[in-house]
């Protein structure tokens, strides 16, 4: 599961690198949770929540069968 993680980040990053954010992939654990590093412009930004669940959550979910949720850690 992670190498299609890894390949539907790389399809979603475009959309946040636009903004002057990014995302890179930590680890997938075998319960399906995804854990990521918001970085650049999203890093700080206050509405970082909401594109972590409503944006690359659900994209995954919707791409990578078995994705739970995303978590983002430091």
Request: aromatic share 2%.
């Amino acid at each position: 599961m992670k190498e299609e993680v890894k390949s539907a980040i790389e399809r979603i990053r475009p959309n946040l690198q636009a903004d002057g954010g990014d995302v890179e992939l930590v680890d997938v654990d075998d319960e399906g949770i995804v854990k990521v590093k918001l970085m650049g412009a999203c890093r700080g930004c206050p509405m970082s929540q909401m594109t972590l669940k409503q944006g690359i959550q659900k994209y995954l979910q919707k791409e990578v069968p078995g994705v739970k949720e995303v978590v983002s850690v430091t």
